[in-house]
Every structure is written in structure tokens, then in C-alpha cells.
């Protein structure tokens, strides 16, 4: 994931947290207030109801039309009682009658708040000249439930509002904020590692971390610059120097093997000799082509069908390696074909198939199958290689691509550690993706997957 998209992710996120956090808290707070007003009003309308049905004959006419409007404009008919000393609904709504043991405890209490299932409520005892009275007041719950729900649309229509709008923003501020990083990102891309001058990537003088980052990045290809200078010209002194007195060398030993000779040690000792030379030769050649696999790519781009080209190498392979043991399992089906047609340097690929090859039938038992694969995957052609070696180490399956790194349990087996590494050069040079899979004393499989 981009560092770009993590950013607005993580702004994303955090504004979602904070506003979930307030937005409960905006909700429990309005709940208990709008809980508060109910009961302040429910404690008011009591009175008046109270004053409206039990001191008509005790207030004179103006106080008692007071309290009348007071009642019609405050108190409905519907949500108030008032009990007398048998816990009997003298007025009001006979329905939904409130429990004797709550009664009491206004009358106990004197005041008292309290709910039901459906209202909330709020009981005074109030004494008069006609007898001991409680009297309630309700409200509906159902009136606070759906101020409640109207809260918590708005509040979810503010959460996704607002995460959709920062994400936008961040979005927006990432990409203005990330423009000289995705400059210098487009410079690492267009760097040519065999062009002769110095390989320097423009500063962006942003006087930050970024820029301390890119100067330490030239620093570093000033370095690597150097080590290719110097491993050209070794290449080219190796060839200069070696490959010509080698040739006289093998000629000229070759020649004298033909003479008869008696002692039989001659003939043992020379080809002894002829294999060491041909050993040092074989080392310079491919020194040569890990030098000509950092050049720039060259258009030797060819069609051709990969199963022909696994046949062709099979049949090499068979002459070097007679007893090794290799199956084949093509399941391209024939209305897929065209799948099987890639475009790419055929001698590279050969090159690097051949080392693959070879590689797991070196470290496999000369039981062990080595098992090929050619199949389809997401409209893609792969090729799987599949042995039953000593397999690779976890922790080294990172580093067999450098050369002539050898994995700590391959010693018993001869090599120079470098057939792997100029197998999986040629694939990123030709931009064939793969992959690495190995378990220790079970095997090794290399997938390869053609664009």
C-alpha cells in the first residue's frame, strides 16, 4: 500500500473515531438533558393539575382562571392522574393505573420521579382540605425515542458526510504534499545504470527528511557507479588477458591426447587437465554474461511457443543428464493455444530454464522426479518447477540471487552459486515474474509467470 492512500487511511480513520466519540457523547448528553426538561415539566404540570382540580374552592375567581389556562396550555387529559387515599383514580385517565407501592412512595417521598414501560413520570403528594391526594403526571417515552432517532440520523448523515469529505481532502493534500516524492520516484525510474557519467537524481529542495533521503540515495549510486566501472573493466581484462592463451591452452592438450602413449596415467591426467580448462572457461563466459545482463535491454525479442522451446531444452538436458528423471504436465487446453506464444529473448529464456532445470536436478535424489508444469492462471501462462531436494532455507531465500551465494546446507554439492542468479537476472530482464517457494528437505518449486 502507497504511503499516500496509509495517510488517508489514517486520517480517515482518526476522523471516524473522534466523530463516533463525540457523537456519543452529543447523544447521551442531549438524552439526559431532554430527560431533565421532561421531568421539570412533568413536576409543573403536577402542580397545576393539582391546583386545577383541588383548590377551585379555595381561590378566588382571577386565580382559579389563571390556573385554568395554565392547565389547558401545559396539562393534556390524557397523561395525569390524581389518586385519593384508596389509591383510587379520582381524576384524570383511568388507563395505565400507577402501582399502590409507588403511590406510597410519594407519599412518603413527598416527590418522586419515575417511568414506566411507556412514560415517563413525576408524582407530588399534596394535602387538602378534602383529603390526602398524589398526583401524576406522564409523558410519553415515545416522544423522546424519536427526538432521540431524529439525533442519531443526523449524526450518522454527519459521519458519512464528513468521512467522505475528508477522505477527499486528505486525498487532495496527499497528492499536493506527495508531488516531490512521485518526482523522484520517476527519476529512480528512468535511471540507466549503463550510461558512463555519474548517475545523480535532482534534489527536490524541500529541506526536509525527503531531500537528506536523496542525498544519501547519490551518495549511494556514486558508490554503485564506481563498482560498475570496475566490474566492466574487469570483464573486459579477464577477456583480454585469459580467453585467448585458454584456447591455445585446450587446443594444444587436446592435440596431445590424440598421441598414443603408453603410460595409461598420460590419458587420465590430460583429460583431468582438458576438464579444468574448460571449467576456467566456462567461469569466464559466464562472468561475461552477467556483465552483458546489466546493459540496456536489446530488441532480440522473438515469438515462439514455450512448449517447444521446454522440448528443445529436455532433449539437451537428456544428453548431460541421462538418468535424471522429468516429467512433463502441459494443461493448456487447444482452444487456449495462442497462451503458449510468448515474445521474448529466446536464448536468454533458454538459458535461464536450462540453469533452473539443472539446479533442481543437482540438489534432488536421483530417485526424485523434477516435474514441469505449463498451465494457465488469470488468463496468464505459467511454468512451474518442482524437484524434491534439500530444498532452501527460509531465511535465505532472499539472498540466492546475488552471485556466487551458495545456501549453508548446498555444500555437499559442487558449484559456484552463480547458474541460479543469472537464471533469475534473465527473468527480471525480460520482465517474467516469479516466484520462490521452498520447504527444507521437501523440495523447491519456481513459478513463472509470462505477461
Not at 413520570?121 to 409523558?139: L, M, S
Request: charged share 25%.
Amino acid at each position: 500500500m502507497k504511503i499516500q492512500t496509509r495517510l488517508t487511511l489514517l486520517h480517515s480513520t482518526l476522523f471516524a473515531s473522534l466523530f463516533i466519540g463525540l457523537g456519543l457523547i452529543i447523544f447521551l448528553l442531549y438524552s439526559q438533558f431532554v430527560k431533565q426538561t421532561i421531568y421539570k415539566q412533568l413536576e409543573q404540570s403536577s402542580f397545576i393539575t393539582a391546583l386545577f382540580y383541588l383548590e377551585e374552592d379555595e381561590l378566588n375567581k382571577d386565580d382559579f382562571d389563571k390556573v385554568r389556562k395554565q392547565f389547558h396550555e401545559y396539562v393534556t387529559n390524557s397523561y395525569y392522574q390524581v389518586y385519593n387515599v384508596q389509591d383510587e383514580v379520582r381524576y384524570g385517565d383511568t388507563h395505565d393505573s400507577i402501582h399502590p407501592s409507588i403511590l406510597n412512595q410519594v407519599r412518603e417521598s413527598k416527590k418522586l420521579r419515575f417511568d414506566t414501560d411507556d412514560f415517563y413520570c413525576y408524582g407530588i403528594f399534596y394535602e387538602d382540605n378534602e383529603g390526602d391526594f398524589v398526583v401524576i403526571a406522564k409523558e410519553n417515552k415515545k416522544i423522546l425515542y424519536s427526538q432521540l432517532h431524529l439525533l442519531a440520523l443526523l449524526l450518522l448523515i454527519g459521519f458519512l458526510t464528513g468521512t467522505f469529505l475528508i477522505v477527499l481532502l486528505s486525498r487532495w493534500g496527499a497528492h499536493i504534499a506527495y508531488r516531490p516524492i512521485r518526482k523522484v520516484i520517476q527519476q529512480v525510474q528512468d535511471l540507466s545504470l549503463s550510461q558512463e557519467k555519474d548517475i545523480q537524481i535532482q534534489s527536490p529542495h524541500t529541506y526536509d527528511e525527503l531531500e537528506e533521503l536523496i542525498n544519501t540515495f547519490n551518495s549511494l549510486l556514486s558508490r554503485i557507479s564506481e563498482s560498475l566501472i570496475i566490474q566492466k573493466n574487469f570483464a573486459k581484462y579477464v577477456t583480454h588477458e585469459f580467453k585467448t592463451p585458454l584456447a591455445s591452452i585446450i587446443g594444444n592438450l587436446e592435440v596431445f591426447s590424440l598421441k598414443e602413449r603408453t603410460p595409461k596415467e598420460y590419458q587420465e591426467i590430460a583429460y583431468k587437465l582438458i576438464d579444468e580448462v574448460n571449467s576456467l572457461n566456462d567461469i569466464l563466459n559466464t562472468l561475461l554474461i552477467i556483465s552483458d545482463l546489466k546493459e540496456e535491454r536489446q530488441n532480440n525479442e522473438q515469438e515462439y511457443r514455450v512448449d517447444e522451446l521446454l522440448w528443445s531444452i529436455l532433449a539437451k538436458i537428456k544428453a548431460t543428464h541421462p538418468s535424471a528423471k522429468i516429467t512433463i504436465d502441459l494443461s493448456i487446453p487447444p482452444e487456449k493455444e495462442n497462451l503458449l506464444y510468448i515474445q521474448t529473448d529466446k536464448t536468454q529464456l533458454l538459458m535461464a530454464l536450462v540453469n533452473l532445470i539443472e539446479n533442481a536436478i543437482k540438489y534432488s535424489p536421483a530417485d526424485k522426479a523434477i516435474s514441469l508444469h505449463l498451465y494457465e492462471q488469470e488468463e496468464k501462462l505459467c511454468l512451474s518447477i518442482t524437484d524434491q531436494g534439500i530444498g532452501i532455507p527460509q531465511n535465505q531465500i532472499e539472498q540466492i540471487s546475488k552471485p556466487f551465494f551458495r545456501a549453508d546446507n548446498s555444500n555437499q554439492k559442487q558449484g559456484s552459486g552463480i547458474g541460479l542468479s543469472i537464471a533469475l537476472r534473465i527473468l527480471d530482464k525480460n520482465e517474467i515474474n516469479y516466484q520462490i517457494h521452498s520447504s527444507m528437505n521437501q523440495g523447491t518449486t519456481v513459478t513463472l509467470r509470462f505477461a
